[in-house]
């Protein structure tokens, strides 16, 4: 198999669907090789199986990147409204679960049917099962060879991701690609992945299961949302976000009651002389949980009892209790990468590389990561439409 169409994209996950797609109906004839034996894999398995498409409170504030400018100008081009009225144009029923996430009602398979509709639309051909032993760029032509053929083009667009979640065949190789062309690649590390605890804080896995809505901060992010006792530390959304900001031998901290004014305890010993931490605690949180807290804080007895010293301790404590992480589950339970492809080495108008022309890298392997919530697709979704634009 020989083919020479105007650019090849490796990868059919998001970002290289929707620039096939884009560009094909702008007249381009695009090749897109993919290693596993379908499309959009990690589409498949987001959000529950209901892929969770995009977020309505997408804004460059919700990314990290090491120029955290890099994302407005595709972000301002390509918006949720211009992804989700494709969705509804091919009759996808949607919902907003909660903090503008938005989900398929039915199957993640939707997303991926009408992104392969879109690049047949535009005439573009994906070719699944192809391993890529070799990418040459030489006159103006990048070659790229598979064991099943190889595709000759004036620009390549590198959509391959990140190494997170492994097992859907996720690996470094749009980094290994982007350093033989001399581009700079950021150290990768897990992110929107849950953390581990050791030694002493291990004492919390006795709660695992249990769930509860916190306040979690690490670094400069602080999110309210849900947190996940597992056997291994913590999990669930709140962990998951502060996740990214969190850096190995740092802290988290976590507020058990948000939302409770500073003086609430020396209230409740002025209202309730009578009750008891255990007590006040099990109606504000899960019985096994305000069991725990209130065994490490050790104020036993009636709040009449107690020092307002004490009770202010308790409370700075609860509003702000501090785990620090030995780690994180890494690249296996990782959703998403944070680092790769330098973002000073890429337009961010056309994602194309400054130094090697033709060359182009969107989604997942850019120094892009956005919040949990649908993010990282919209990033997918406009980083594919931006160099489409380009090519």
Request: aromatic share 8%; hydrophobic share 45%.
């Amino acid at each position: 198999m020989s083919e020479n169409p105007d650019a090849i994209i490796l990868g059919a996950g998001a970002a290289g669907l929707m620039c096939a797609a884009q560009a094909g109906q702008r007249g381009r004839r695009v090749a897109v090789i993919e290693a596993a034996d379908e499309p959009g894999r990690k589409i498949l398995i987001s959000g529950g199986g209901r892929c969770n498409f995009t977020n309505l409170h997408t804004a460059p504030d919700r990314y990290l990147s090491a120029n955290p400018h890099f994302a407005k100008s595709a972000l301002s081009r390509y918006t949720p409204a211009d992804f989700l009225a494709l969705v509804e144009a091919y009759g996808i029923a949607w919902h907003e679960k909660t903090l503008g996430q938005l989900f398929c009602d039915g199957s993640a398979r939707q997303i991926v049917a009408m992104l392969g509709d879109e690049v047949e639309k535009g005439g573009g051909t994906v070719h699944c099962g192809h391993i890529i032993t070799d990418v040459a760029h030489a006159d103006g032509l990048f070659t790229v060879t598979t064991d099943q053929g190889r595709f000759r083009a004036p620009a390549l667009v590198i959509a391959t991701g990140g190494p997170s979640i492994p097992k859907m065949g996720a690996s470094g190789f749009a980094y290994d690609l982007a350093r033989q062309f001399g581009l700079k690649v950021l150290e990768p590390r897990p992110a929107l992945v849950p953390l581990t605890l050791s030694g002493e804080e291990a004492l919390f896995r006795d709660l695992s299961g249990v769930a509860t809505d916190v306040i979690a901060r690490a670094g400069k992010g602080a999110f309210r949302e849900a947190a996940l006792f597992t056997h291994r530390g913590l999990s669930g959304p709140a962990i998951l976000q502060v996740s990214s900001y969190w850096r190995n031998g740092d802290p988290i901290g976590i507020d058990f009651l948000p939302g409770r004014g500073a003086g609430w305890l020396l209230g409740a010993k002025q209202d309730k002389p009578r009750a008891t931490l255990l007590g006040l605690l099990k109606d504000a949180l899960p019985d096994r949980l305000a069991a725990v807290l209130a065994e490490r804080l050790a104020l036993g007895g009636m709040l009449a009892g107690l020092s307002d010293a004490a009770l202010r301790d308790a409370e700075n404590r609860l509003a702000d209790w501090r785990f620090v992480p030995n780690g994180s589950e890494g690249f296996a339970k990782a959703e998403v990468t944070i680092g790769g492809v330098s973002t000073a080495e890429l337009s961010s108008k056309t994602m194309e590389a400054k130094r090697v022309p033709g060359l182009y890298v969107i989604g997942e392997a850019v120094d892009v990561t956005g919040w949990l919530g649908g993010y990282n697709f919209q990033w997918a979704w406009a980083s594919g439409w931006a160099a489409a634009q380009a090519l």
